[in-house]
DNA sequence: CTAGTTCCGGACCGATCGGTCAAATACAAG
DNA sequence: CTTGTATTTGACCGATCGGTCCGGAACTAG
């Protein structure tokens, strides 16, 4: 190690974030980045490869913090499992700031725009959503045990109801659909996974 | 009208739907759309105006199709509501020829890649996702009518829980999900309506 | 046939794309 | 201070981008 780096990788990381997820992969450019990042086009080849390996670096952060979010937000000690779905679902159909253009998850954007052609983005959407579908499962088995989702329910084929759920509600938030629209099929799928409000 | 057109315009914007569909709106090029029509730059230029509004055009075309097979298949006269509705489910839980991968709706992928920024895609994905919503909420009251459905349950927010519940397959669907998730989900959603299997 | 109009094909445009590279620079090691 | 190595910077590359334009072709009207 000759000359030290004059960049934090990590906020590199995340200004890169940023610009992929308001305008997506192929509309970025790598001027963009540059301007984002504050790094030079050879710096940015250099520490991370062009321009797809960076975008998967990107992604893999993206969907490892999500995937911690999510565990954080579902397994809090405090209240219970039921109390813990309802409040997901409940800031999940909630539209950020009125002014601000809703931005919907970068996995879901990234998905739809590459899954079908980059293997790798397709199997990180994959590993992801699976992830997602056993925290979830292991919310409706902990509900069940406390008695507030019905025992004969399949916890496997709530969860992946609730994962379709909340899936379908990010593709409505892409579209700018109204807030109750997506308050209602939060209320509806808790309400078939036995959870009434 | 001196010289006459050489090409259908209906077949072109087929064409270009096919094109647009498989790479998305900027992954493809002009040069794609030559390619795939059969007509030349000045051509298309002419015909449809840039490329932007020939997406649009496509777009339109496809949301207005999509609609129309919707209610044609919602609105057949032979079977009851309820199992219209649940064969509307077991098909978008079937994914297709395991070796061709599965394509999501174009309109899904238009939404994740330019809903945030181009306020027309926005609208016309509203627009879509609205008329289907109702259509559901027609089934749905068709099949309370029938006894399918227990009357008690609102129409509107069953109706908006299983299009977030479609939409949320077309996501899984893009990462190339197994389609027991898929079935799972659209298992549970008919369950929550009082669809029962 | 001629005249007028529309359409086609593709050459051409400047801008921008992603990516490379070499010279200048900043540090650690000795 | 000298040497060696790693990083930065931005000029530069060929390719491709979306879009324009024009000469010739194909047709209708008279």
């Known amino acids: 190690m000759a000359r030290p780096r004059?960049?934090?990788?990590?906020?590199?990381?995340r200004s890169a974030t940023e610009t992929f997820w308001t305008s997506g992969f192929a509309a970025t450019s790598l001027d963009d980045l540059m301007r984002a990042t504050g790094l030079g086009k050879g710096s940015l080849y250099g520490a991370f490869g062009d321009k797809q390996a960076l975008f998967l670096r990107v992604l893999d952060g993206y969907c490892t913090d999500a995937a911690a979010g999510l565990r954080a937000?579902?397994?809090?000690?405090?209240?219970?499992?039921a109390e813990r779905l309802r409040a997901l679902f409940?800031?999940?159909?909630?539209?950020?700031?009125?002014?601000?253009?809703?931005?919907?998850?970068?996995?879901?954007k990234s998905t739809a725009e590459l899954a079908a052609t980059?293997?790798?983005?397709?199997?990180?959407?994959r590993q992801t959503f699976t992830t997602i579908a056993g925290l979830l499962q292991a919310e409706v088995e902990g509900a069940q045990a406390a008695g507030d989702i019905p025992a004969d329910r399949d916890a496997r084929r709530?969860?992946?109801?609730?994962?379709?759920v909340l899936r379908g509600m990010e593709a409505l938030t892409e579209a700018g659909m109204d807030e109750s629209v997506l308050r209602d099929a939060a209320d509806a799928a808790l309400a078939v996974a036995g959870l009434s409000r």
Chains 1, 2 share one sequence.
């Open 6 to 13: 004059k960049f934090d990788e990590q906020q590199v990381l």
């Open 73 to 81: 937000r579902l397994s809090g000690p405090e209240s219970s499992s």
């Open 90 to 108: 409940d800031v999940m159909a909630t539209v950020g700031d009125p002014s601000a253009p809703p931005r919907a998850c970068l996995l879901a």
């Open 118 to 125: 980059n293997p790798d983005v397709a199997t990180r959407a």
């Open 158 to 164: 709530t969860a992946h109801h609730l994962l379709a």
